[in-house]
Each structure stands twice: as structure tokens, then as C-alpha cells.
């Protein structure tokens, strides 16, 4: 038996669609939906990840206004450019692309954008909302996720066990919340976890978001499972590749996600997503 590949990019292609025309319905409405992303510093692999965020807002019809600062920018300088765009009518959603220099507080940093204009999801009310079920903005790894699954049929998961490797705030936390949400019976594991092949052989659903090449093998899950890889690593070669082996697991699992072309256009076109919806409620609260 050979899985089903749950393709990223086809998914992320159909959604991107539906946003693209939202996104006309809102601007003949005089509104176009806005992203501001801030990248601090010249790490080359967040400066490529920040092209394509912005090339995919572009794609649906956006606005976006990308902003580089030196990696010696101040922590005050930042928090008051964050300020500012809190009221840029012009901008719906602020994405501050992690990792910050060190000199800065990532955390703070991430309290001072709106929580509506939060379209990652990691304002601490951001999380709160998707615990308690409220509106707000889900992180998009997670979310991303979510959308695969419902691609294949699963959208309600009463009955199904899903497990969850990693204990992120961006990634394992919010995944299992959302999860819990659409009624899976849930299993977080991580490095405090004593036998972790015990508990991913029981999933229907496992999904591996730790960022370590491996952590999930054939022999590790069900025949007919689901499986989720969030990571991104580098083999050997330099080859991108995710947390799971792709090759074994394929072999056991019903359906799969490859990387790359599976979960990292889902993250970019979730945030496409929660731009398009912040712009809507915009509209919505000034009708
Ligand atoms: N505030 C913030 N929000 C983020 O969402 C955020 C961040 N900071 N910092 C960095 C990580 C990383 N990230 C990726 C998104 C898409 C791909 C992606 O599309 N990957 C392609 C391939 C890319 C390649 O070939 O290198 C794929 O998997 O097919 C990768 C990585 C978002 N991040």
C-alpha cells in the first residue's frame, strides 16, 4: 500500500482562489485587505520566507508594505513602528517575523500588535480566543493543518485519536486546541513523554511538529493512519525535509504530507486567509 499524498500546493492553490475573490469583492467596496511584514536583521532564510509572503499577497490581490530594519534597530523603535501600524487603516493584518535579534523581546513585541490584526495567531488573546472557542485569529501552522485534514473527508473527528509530537506555542499547543475543537480525543506528546512509539501506534491522526529529522518512522503508527509533518529540517544533503520518514511512513499511512509542497504553503496561505477575514471584519464593523 502506497498513502495518498496530501498536496500542499494544489490545496493552497484552490484556497488562494477563494481569497483572490473575496479580496475583489471587498476592494470594489473601497477596501483592500493589507499586510504589513516587518523583518528585522538579514537572516537570508527569513528573507526568503518574507518574499514569498509578500509575492503571495500580491498574488490574491493585497496590499502588502514590507519593512527592513537593520538588526540593530531598538526594541522601542520597533514597538513604535508595531504602534503605528495598529492604526494604519490601510493595514489589516502585522506579521513580525520571528526570530527576533536577541536584543529584542519577542514576547513583548508580539503583545503590542492588535489582536485584531494579529493574522498569526500568537497574541496571548489570539490563543485565549481558540482556547475558550471566541473569535480571533488561528495560527496558521495549525489552521494550515486543520484545512488538509478537512481536504480529505475529516472535518468532524468525534471518534478519532489524534497525537500530537511537540508542545510549540506557535505549532503542538494550538494544534491541539484546534483539534479538540472539531472533537478529536487528543494526545499531546513531547520530550518529557516516556514511550512515544506507545502512543502514536494508537492515532488515527499524528501530527509531528518538533523540528527533528525522523522523530516519526514506519513503525511508529497504525496501517491507515493519517500523518501530518510540520517540520522543516535539512538532511545530509541540504535537502529540505520534515519530521517524519517520509519514505517508510508512506508505506503504512493512508494519507501523508510531503515536504516541501505540503504543510509550508498551507502556513502562507492560512495567513492569506486571516488577512482577508481581518479586512472583513473591518468592513463588517463599519457598515
Ligand atoms: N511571524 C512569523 N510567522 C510565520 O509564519 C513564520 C515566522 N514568523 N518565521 C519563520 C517561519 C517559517 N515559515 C514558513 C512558511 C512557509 C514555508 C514554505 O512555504 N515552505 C515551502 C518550501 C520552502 C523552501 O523550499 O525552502 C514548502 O514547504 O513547500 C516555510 C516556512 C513561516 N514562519
Do not use: W
Not at 467596496?29 to 537572516?43: E, M, Q, T, Y
Not at 496590499?63 to 538588526?71: R, T
Not at 506528546?189 to 527533528?212: C, F, P, W, Y
Not at 509533518?229 to 511512513?249: A, H, I, P, T
Amino acid at each position: 500500500m502506497s498513502a495518498q499524498l496530501i498536496d500542499g500546493n494544489a490545496l493552497s492553490k484552490q484556497l488562494r482562489a477563494e481569497v483572490a475573490q473575496r479580496a475583489a469583492a471587498l476592494t470594489a467596496r473601497g477596501l483592500k485587505p493589507g499586510l504589513a511584514v516587518i523583518l528585522v536583521g538579514d537572516n537570508p532564510a527569513s528573507a526568503v520566507y518574507v518574499r514569498n509572503k509578500v509575492k503571495a499577497c500580491e498574488d490574491v490581490g493585497f496590499h502588502s508594505v514590507l519593512e527592513k530594519y537593520e538588526a540593530t534597530l531598538s526594541e522601542a523603535d520597533l514597538l513604535a513602528r508595531i504602534d503605528a501600524l495598529n492604526n494604519d487603516p490601510a493595514i489589516h493584518g502585522i506579521l513580525v517575523q520571528l526570530p527576533l535579534p536577541k536584543h529584542i523581546d519577542d514576547h513583548k513585541v508580539i503583545e503590542a500588535i492588535s489582536p485584531l490584526k494579529d493574522v498569526d495567531g500568537f497574541h496571548v488573546a489570539s490563543a485565549g480566543a481558540l482556547m475558550v472557542g471566541e473569535v480571533g485569529f488561528k495560527a496558521c501552522t495549525p489552521y494550515g493543518c486543520m484545512k488538509m485534514l478537512e481536504s480529505i473527508g475529516l472535518k468532524d473527528l468525534r471518534g478519532k485519536h489524534a497525537v500530537v509530537i511537540g508542545r510549540s506555542n506557535i505549532v503542538g499547543k494550538p494544534m491541539a486546541m484546534m483539534l479538540l475543537a472539531a472533537n478529536a480525543t487528543v494526545t499531546i506528546t513531547h520530550s518529557g513523554t516516556a514511550d512515544l512509539a506507545a502512543m502514536t501506534r494508537q492515532a488515527d491522526i499524528v501530527v509531528a511538529a518538533v523540528g527533528k529529522r525522523n522523530v516519526l518512522t514506519a513503525d511508529m503508527i497504525k496501517p491507515g493512519a493519517v500523518v501530518i509533518d510540520v517540520g522543516m529540517n535539512r538532511n545530509d544533503e541540504g535537502k529540505l525535509c520534515g519530521d517524519v520518514d517520509f519514505d517508510g511512513c508512506r508505506e503504512v499511512a493512508s494519507h501523508i504530507t510531503p515536504v516541501p509542497g505540503g504543510v509550508g504553503p498551507m502556513t502562507i496561505t492560512m495567513l492569506l486567509v486571516n488577512t482577508m477575514e481581518a479586512a472583513e471584519r473591518v468592513a463588517a464593523a463599519a457598515v
